[in-house]
């Protein structure tokens, strides 16, 4: 019953920036973490960014630290993900992940996941 929807994705150029949004659908976020992982064409997926259920903790992968930035709003059970200085190699779909019990940067321990969203980056 518990669906996670992403939105936000599209095309944009180099050093442009974004705004992904995931939204709970059928319950809210009360008491979960969540992160943000992507995929690009035949590789596999990693983990970009984690916030904690307060808020108040965030985590980054070292390729995004500086560019993307994790956010929630409880109170509309939705997170985002700022994505500035877009570069080429950003290309991917981009996974929102949330977990009861887990906080971090690896992907096969989140438990439930979004359809995904398409970003990508021209050079």
């Known amino acids: 019953q518990q669906q996670l929807v992403e939105s936000g994705g599209g095309l944009v150029q180099a050093g442009g920036s974004l705004r992904l949004s995931c939204a709970a659908s059928?319950?809210?976020?009360?008491?979960?973490?969540t992160g943000w992982c992507r995929q690009a064409p035949g590789k596999e997926r990693e983990f970009v960014a984690a916030i904690s259920w307060s808020g108040d903790s965030t985590y980054y992968a070292d390729s995004v630290k500086g560019r993307f930035s994790i956010s929630r709003d409880n109170a509309k059970n939705t997170v985002y993900l700022q994505m500035n200085s877009l570069k080429p190699e950003d290309t991917a779909v981009y996974y929102c992940?949330?977990?009861?019990?887990?906080?971090?940067?690896?992907?096969?321990?989140?438990?439930?996941w979004g359809q995904g969203t398409q970003v990508t980056v021209s050079a």
């Open positions: 992940a949330a977990d009861r019990a887990y906080y971090g940067s690896s992907p096969e321990h989140y438990a439930y």
């Open positions: 059928g319950r809210t976020f009360s008491g979960y973490a």
